[in-house]
């Protein structure tokens, strides 16, 4: 068994990019019969930007609604909360003091977070130790993260080689995978889609709400009678990762042929949408009206977090002189 592991961050309620880019291909790798995966919620992480704690509960009930909702199994893997198991914030000292200084200064992540930032947090520049606690408290092998995790990673790898310099083979050094096809879900308007950009389509909300956004997506002038090119259009580009193949070649033709204005394209892709998701978003709705259930959840997970935690951590505090 391969243990993969990896984080999400709760900075608020998943969007279509997230769940093409990290849910969906999150749950098939924790599908894989050769897999035994560890996927938490990290909730810590989010402190370094939100300070208000309804925000950060609401944020995590969200984001394990999502998982849940798209269908992760919680009896074949380990889905937990970062903050339930406070192991972590133990490991992340003892890590720290194996970082060098100017390893954390160099990163690209704490580089571009802190130009834009009035005040910078501490907990911003050692975001990458507390990231290596995460992997390593797991003893975990492979880490899938998009391209923009790689050098944390990186930092892992080489905080793991200097803590096993005191002895071998004392923290497992884990692998990033990568993904290859690297899908970048565009947003409303034709960025690439992100929270941060406010350009999202959230498919959890009801139609009437996710109409607007999908009414919002950008497009060119071209009057409806005329041709257009269905390539260069935000509309097309996004049903083409949701439709049907058949749905896309239509869509294309009629793009093609003019006569068909971008509210009838509109149209379709909020329909698909909302036929696609339709079982997503109802029990996303149910788990966001039961906290009990998603609670009971990350409990089971934190629980059997912990029972590996305790072990790696009970390794490293003896190596250590505690
Ligand atoms: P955001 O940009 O909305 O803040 P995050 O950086 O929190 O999103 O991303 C969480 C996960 O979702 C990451 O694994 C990231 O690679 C993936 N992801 C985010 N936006 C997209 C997108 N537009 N297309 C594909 N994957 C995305
Ligand atoms: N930093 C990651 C992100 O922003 C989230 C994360 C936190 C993570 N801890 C992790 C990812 C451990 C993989 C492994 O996407």
Known sequence: MARILTGIQS?????????????????????????????????????????????????????????????????????????????????????????????????????????????????????????????????????????????????????????????????????????????????????????SYDNTLNVFLPEKKLKKQVMSILTDSTPLEEPKDPDTCNVFNLFRLVADDNSVAEMRKNYLAGGYGYGHAKKELLGVLVDKYEEQRNRYQELMEDPQTLEDALKTGADKAREVASGVLTRLRDALGY
């Open 11 to 195: 900075t608020g309620t998943p969007h279509l990019g997230n769940i093409l880019g990290a849910i969906q291909p999150g749950i098939e790798l924790s599908e894989k019969p050769e897999n035994e995966a560890f996927l938490f919620i990290a909730n810590l992480h989010a402190l370094t930007s939100i300070k208000d704690a309804e925000i950060i509960r609401e944020n995590t009930r969200s984001v394990a609604a999502a998982w849940l909702a798209f269908g992760l199994d919680t009896s074949k893997n380990t889905f937990y909360r970062q903050s339930d198991v406070p192991e972590v914030c133990e490991l992340m000292w003892y890590l720290s003091c194996f970082s060098p200084f100017p390893m954390l200064a160099n990163a690209h992540s704490f580089k571009d977070k802190s130009e834009n930032l009035s005040v910078v947090n501490t907990g911003l520049f050692t975001y990458p130790v507390l990231m290596a606690a995460d992997i390593l408290l797991y003893d975990a092998e492979f880490v899938p993260v998009g391209k923009d995790q790689k050098q944390h990673l990186e930092m892992t790898r080489d905080i793991a080689g200097k803590v096993n310099q005191l002895h071998e083979d004392l923290l497992v050094v884990p692998d990033s995978l990568i993904s290859e096809k690297v899908m970048v879900v565009p947003g409303t308007d034709g960025r690439k889609m992100s929270k």
